[in-house]
């Protein structure tokens, strides 16, 4: 059974960087496209941003573009989600999600997602 879980979350001030940091077990991770969601409180969850089995292609949401980077270790079994210029919309709870895909797919639909992580909260403080 895949698992994923998500660390790296925590306060931080506005301006600052974090980065999130979800391992993946139980399955073939080079298999799987990744992505991050967000959920803030009486919010639906969002869409973040995507990686394909590669790591070669990545999509983000138009709000994230510039500030956000999401990157893949497959020897790791671990993907990234580095955040700069942290703004107080960006507070939510962020989770790591699985899609088992074919080699270029990757998808901005919650949906597609097979697996989801328990999700690690950052909160960022104006």
């Known amino acids: 059974q895949v698992q994923l879980v998500e660390s790296g979350g925590g306060l931080v001030q506005a301006g600052d960087s974090r980065r999130l940091s979800c391992t993946f077990s139980?399955?073939?991770?080079?298999?799987?496209?990744m992505g991050w969601f967000r959920q803030a409180r009486g919010k639906e969850r969002e869409f973040v941003a995507t990686i394909i089995r590669s790591g070669e292609v990545t999509d983000y949401v138009d709000s994230v573009k510039g500030r956000f980077t999401i990157s893949r270790d497959n020897a790791k079994n671990t993907i990234y989600l580095q955040m700069n210029s942290l703004k107080p919309e960006d507070t939510a709870v962020y989770y790591c999600?699985?899609?088992?895909?074919?080699?270029?797919?990757?998808?901005?639909?919650?949906?597609?997602?097979?697996?989801w992580g328990q999700g690690t909260q950052v909160t960022v403080s104006s």
């Open positions: 139980g399955g073939t991770f080079s298999n799987y496209a």
């Open positions: 999600a699985a899609d088992l895909a074919s080699k270029r797919a990757m998808s901005r639909r919650a949906s597609a997602y097979d697996y």
